[in-house]
């Protein structure tokens, strides 16, 4: 059996027997390319280039050769032997080889087993630059550093990568230490497992160090293009010779036994993640895996309507959150044997809107406090309503209560969040602040439902409103307004006590919704024979945006306004009836109760 052989299976046994060792779920889909330095003599021209010259970077103190002396394959293993001599003005010799215009990869998992020199002054390295530079010259284009060793600090084994952003001239590579005790007199195998999303490091397959793709730009990440492998073996230089070079130690063998590239798969699902509920025909697919057998499933709500015991099915949605799951059979070497993508179906809500919670049960399970450090907040339902026990101090911990929707909403023209609020009267200087959140997490931070002057403290309950039409920035970007799924509520300092009620996403206003500030306007008489007035207690009114009049129905009804002052309007309806005046002043909406005669 070849040793091209012989440890191919090692490694596909090895990786089934130790999946708990990798960073994901993944299979090698087939070796690509090897080096197993079978030939005695010169190294393969087919593959290698042998740089020739004095060292070109670092400081380095090496003349590199392509002489037997300094690189040779001798007993199935590849050599780079540094010598103290002089030689072309440089007072040591060593070989740097490179697969550069030979072979050259992106992604995959690209490994070597190597045994390290020893003594102060040598460095050694098995590592990787990009074959066009498609950004710029470095550290644009990256670099990846698989195994670094420096003589002075033994044992310790370097992974790192270079960026434009992340490099060492700027103190910001990213990267990490592992301790090898015997790297110097045993072999070990470095390995990087390249991936659109990620660069992990290995050494024996213990993964050491993620190196993560933020996906922002080529600054952070750069490895989108092919790669080709050098080994060398340095001498002094700006790291290797930080502590000087020990001539005593000389010559120095840098061993390695093989070098291969496999191509990878991550069983992978992808497919529609909100699909509407009841929606059908919607299709999965996981990555393929060459002669898998595949049996899905996605629990008892939903159906698979076709493909089962294929890489892609066909799904009927009902109503239930699920997670889409696949179980393969492969005669690939896999670190897992299944994949799974949790699917959210969308409420789209009716005409009346969408009722977050009117606490009509004692069921109050989608509500969380989340009080924070040194905060204390209970919630209990009491009397039909959600009562929230509150004892704030601090308010950078901020403290919240939470309600996740069983299913994210689309919200629609339901773009007005309406919910019912009584405080206990106690805490004078009560402040509430809601925002909407989606499925992904981002909140209406730029936009929100503030609620502190506006509070009544009589102990009743008072309906308040904020329209988030076209308001739905944050810090992050948008709020995706079709898939909404928590409503968050901040509290300020203080302590007390404050009740929930009747919590909705509206389009109209429905039902019967009385808030009247007291502080800032007033609506009189009521009841009214025809007219009557809307008064703001300062001199000039602030920025009314809209006035609207509704029956209990939701139905806008005519009206005719008039502006007497600055900070008067007379508004008259002509039919005798309950109506609900509507207020808008910038986001906020204020309403009253009115009876005409």
Same mark, same amino acid.
């Given at each position: ?165 992340? +490099? ?5 590579? =990213?990267? *990490? %230490?592992? $301790? /090898? #005790?015997? !790297? ?91 699909? +509407? ?5 919607? =299709?999965? *697919? %996981?990555? $393929? /895996? #060459?002669? !898998? ?105 901020? #403290? ?198």
């Amino acid at each position: 059996m070849t040793k091209h052989l012989f440890f191919t299976l090692l490694f596909l046994t090895y990786a089934l027997s130790n999946s708990s060792l990798f960073a994901q779920g993944r299979c090698v889909k087939a070796l690509v390319w090897a080096d197993e330095f079978e030939v005695d003599g010169k190294l393969n021209g087919e593959y290698w280039t042998y740089e020739v010259g004095p060292a070109c970077c670092n400081n380095e103190k090496q003349y590199h050769t392509d002489r037997l002396t300094n690189a040779r394959v001798e007993n199935g293993k590849f050599i780079i032997e540094a010598h103290k001599e002089s030689f072309g003005g440089k007072s040591y010799t060593s070989a740097r080889v490179k697969t550069k215009y030979k072979v050259d990869w992106k992604y995959g998992r690209v490994e070597a087993r190597l045994k390290m020199p020893s003594g102060r002054g040598v460095w050694p390295a098995f590592w990787m630059l990009p074959v066009n530079n498609d950004y710029g010259g470095w550290p644009k284009s990256g670099e990846i550093d698989i195994m670094e060793y420096v003589g002075f600090d033994p044992t310790k084994i370097h992974g790192t990568v270079h960026t434009e952003a992340y +490099n060492h001239t700027k103190n910001t590579e =990213k990267g *990490k %230490v592992i $301790t /090898i #005790p015997d !790297a110097e007199t045993a072999f070990h195998v470095y390995a990087i497992e390249w991936y659109e999303d990620r660069i992990d490091f290995f050494v024996d397959d213990n993964l050491y160090y993620t190196f993560t793709n933020e996906e922002k730009t080529s600054k952070e990440w750069p490895f989108d293009q092919p790669f080709y492998i050098i080994l060398n073996q340095a001498i002094g230089g700006n790291w290797g010779g930080q502590q000087g070079i020990d001539d005593s130690i000389f010559p120095q063998k840098y061993e390695i036994d093989y070098v291969r590239v496999y191509s990878l798969i991550t069983p992978k699902i992808t497919g529609e993640k909100y699909p +509407n509920q009841f929606q059908k025909g919607v =299709k999965y *697919k %996981v990555s $393929t /895996i #060459p002669n !898998a057998t595949y049996t899905w499933n996605i629990g008892e709500d939903s159906q698979v309507a076709a493909g089962q015991g294929t890489d892609e099915i066909t799904i009927d949605w009902k109503e239930k959150t699920a997670e889409v799951k696949v179980k393969f059979i492969t005669d690939l070497a896999c670190t897992t044997d299944s994949a799974v993508f949790s699917v959210k179906p969308v409420h789209i809500p009716g005409a009346s809107g969408y009722l977050i919670d009117n606490f009509e049960g004692d069921n109050i399970d989608i509500w969380t406090a989340v009080p924070g450090t040194n905060n204390d907040m209970t919630l209990t339902h009491e009397n039909g309503s959600l009562r929230v026990d509150y004892d704030v101090n601090r308010i950078y911990a901020v #403290p919240y209560v939470l309600a996740t929707f069983c299913n994210p909403v689309n919200v629609g023209p339901h773009t007005k969040l309406t919910l019912s609020v009584k405080t206990d009267g106690t805490d004078t200087g009560i402040g509430l602040t809601a925002y909407l959140v989606d499925a992904e997490g981002k909140q209406t931070n730029k936009n929100y439902l503030y609620l502190k002057n506006q509070l009544e403290k009589d102990n009743e309950f008072h309906t308040y409103q904020y329209d988030f039409e076209n308001h739905w920035q944050t810090d992050g970007g948008v709020v995706d307004s079709t898939i909404v799924q928590h409503v968050k509520i901040f509290l300020n300092k203080g302590k007390g006590a404050f009740f929930l009620d009747d919590v909705r996403l509206q389009s109209t206003i429905t039902g019967l919704i009385d808030h009247e500030s007291k502080n800032n306007y007033q609506v009189y008489p009521v009841p009214a024979e025809g007219s009557f007035w809307l008064v703001f207690k300062d001199r000039e009114a602030p920025s009314v945006k809209e006035i609207n009049v509704f029956d209990l129905l939701g139905k806008e009804v005519p009206f005719v306004l008039e502006k007497t002052t600055k900070n008067r309007y007379k508004i008259t309806v002509r039919n005798p009836g309950v109506y609900i005046l509507r207020t808008r002043i910038n986001q906020q909406i204020l309403s009253k109760k009115i009876i005409i005669k």
